[in-house]
């Protein structure tokens, strides 16, 4: 087994020895694979030159604007909000204020009506009390005047009685009385 | 896998000597061309080349194709490992000026990795960075780039630097001299080429070693009877290292053109 | 020792010489390595510095490795 082992190991080594001129051909480069590859090796420079590096740069040249691109929209998104948002709050002040106004005009309003009320009952009943005044003037108007033409006829009586009557003393003390307690009973 | 095990197709685990193929550069070379187009032969390597090559354009057309703004998982790796290598690698270790280079840097790194990950797709099982080729033509194109720019940048004054440097003591300087001219000029290339490919001759090799032979004994059993259980622990390691690999592979990527980076960044920034 | 005898060994000779090359910079990889994690636990901060001069030791470090490798192949 261990010669075995021993054959296989001298596979890399032994043989540069034995024959002489095989080693160094190794570091010496066939004709056709060093043209081989200077050929791909141009071809992969000249392609690496040519359109590798332009490509990568191009590449990043479209990432760069990509990307500025979208900060400009970015911006000019914000930009458009920050407008709406001003419009709104706009409107809302507006909308506020013309709230404000509604309710004030219509508390001048209720006030208006309020006082107006307030004088029309002042009114009516200032008027209530002044015909009730004047009903009650009309009313002893009318009694001073009922009063004394009783008064007239009362006396216009009494002088009849008396002229009728002797006219005694204590006639005439009893009929001055009758006629006071007529007065009275007149009242 | 399978081509592991066809290069391990004469083994025979039940004769004396055994699995020992005549060469180990069978397991690297596949010279016999599987097709030409006049001088130029198609190998297996050669194939897989270009298939690497394509599968990179693949993945860097499919994942960047279009400039979308919010990219698909698969576009967010692609988009990653660029940004890796152009602000990590390129603009990190050369500073601002690197993004002059880093489409040489880039093309590296992802043809590197492709080639690397090769040693571990199933199906395929052979890093074409274990060949010499292409980590040789790469660290060459790394060095003519650094000592150009040295040049270009700092005139001569860029050897002078290197071979006398001022910030050594007197008695010192012609050995520091030395040592920094050999390793810059000879060296560094050499090891760059010599790092990535040697990784990744010996992961094919221990790949090879632990899988096939513990997969050809453990298939086996009836003509070694008890023994063939020694392939047990030899493919279990070996599927430890497999993960291993994985990480080598993308690693080794990265140290390779991390190194070109530093190089060419040490030509433009002379240390003083 | 004959001739052949000492070509027969020549690889076995190519194999010591490059464990012998590998013992300085492994453990030279060892000290870079243990130093940049000592700098990076104590400043977190200066990490990816620390990482990148991390793998650039390492480079400088691993040369006479791959010169070894290098080398047994060439022998």
């Known amino acids: 087994m261990l010669t075995l082992l021993a054959n296989s190991l001298v596979l890399a080594q032994e043989v540069p020895a034995a024959e002489e001129p095989e080693g160094i051909d190794l570091l010496i480069p066939q004709t056709s694979e060093l043209i081989a590859g200077i050929l791909a090796f141009a071809i992969i420079f000249f392609f690496v030159w040519k359109w590798v590096l332009p490509a990568v740069n191009r590449t990043l040249e479209a990432r760069r604007e990509a990307i500025t691109g979208q900060v400009t929209e970015a911006e000019k998104t914000r930009e458009e909000a920050e407008k709406l948002l001003a419009d709104y709050r706009k409107q809302i002040a507006d909308a506020r204020s013309e709230a404000n106004a509604i309710v004030d005009d219509a508390k001048a309003t209720a006030e208006g009506v309020k006082s107006d009320i307030v004088a029309k009952a002042q009114a009516e009943a200032q008027g ?27 006396s216009v009586e009494l002088a009849q009685k008396a002229t009728a009557g002797a006219m005694d003393a204590s006639a005439h003390r009893a009929l001055v009385e009758q006629f006071l307690e007529e007065l009275d009973g007149m009242r | 896998m399978e081509q592991l095990i066809l290069a391990s197709g004469a083994c025979d685990p039940a004769a004396e000597i055994i699995c020992k193929p005549e060469n180990v550069n069978e397991l690297f070379e596949f010279t016999t061309p599987l097709f030409s187009i006049g001088p130029f032969d198609f190998t297996r390597t050669v194939i897989l080349t270009f298939l690497a090559m394509f599968v990179v354009l693949a993945i860097l057309y ?5 400039p979308r703004v919010v990219p698909s998982k698969f576009g967010v790796m692609v988009e990653s490992a660029v940004g890796f290598v152009r602000d990590d690698v390129a ?14 840097l880039l093309a590296m790194f992802m043809f590197l990795l492709i080639a690397n990950l090769f040693e571990v797709t199933p199906g395929i099982n052979f890093p074409i960075t274990a060949r010499m080729a292409i980590p040789l033509f790469l660290s060459l194109m790394t060095w003519v780039i650094f000592v150009f720019l040295g040049f270009a940048k700092n005139g001569f004054r860029y050897v002078g630097d290197i071979v006398w440097p001022k910030s050594v003591p007197i008695g010192l300087r012609w050995l520091v001299g030395l040592i920094e001219f050999v390793s810059t000029f000879f060296l560094r290339p050499l090891t760059l080429a010599v790092r990535l490919f040697a990784n990744m001759v010996a992961g094919h090799l221990m790949l090879t070693l632990l899988l096939v032979s513990g997969w050809v004994f453990m298939s086996s059993v009836g003509d070694i009877g008890v023994r063939s259980i020694i392939g047990v622990p030899w493919f279990a390691f070996g599927l430890g290292i497999f993960l291993f690999e994985i990480v080598v592979a993308v690693l080794q990527a990265y140290i390779f053109t991390l190194l070109s980076a530093v190089y060419i960044q040490s030509s433009i920034h002379p240390m003083h | 020792m004959t001739l052949e005898a000492a070509d027969a060994l020549k690889g076995a000779i190519a ?26 636990a104590r400043q977190p901060e200066a990490a990816n510095m620390a990482r990148t001069t991390m793998f650039l030791g390492i480079a400088f470090t691993e040369a006479l490795a791959l010169i070894g490798f290098v080398l047994f192949f060439i022998a």
């Open chain 1, 128 to 154: 209530i009390t002044r015909k009730a005044r004047e009903e009650a003037a009309a009313e002893m108007e009318r009694a001073t005047a009922s009063v004394r033409s009783e008064i007239g006829s009362l």
């Open chain 2, 62 to 66: 499919f994942g960047l194709r279009k």
């Open chain 2, 91 to 104: 603009k990190g270790v050369i500073g601002p000026e690197g993004a002059t280079y880093t489409p040489y």
């Open chain 3, 15 to 40: 194999l010591v010489g490059y464990g012998l090359a590998a013992v300085g910079p492994g453990i030279g990889i060892g000290i870079v390595v243990g130093n940049a994690i000592q700098a990076m």
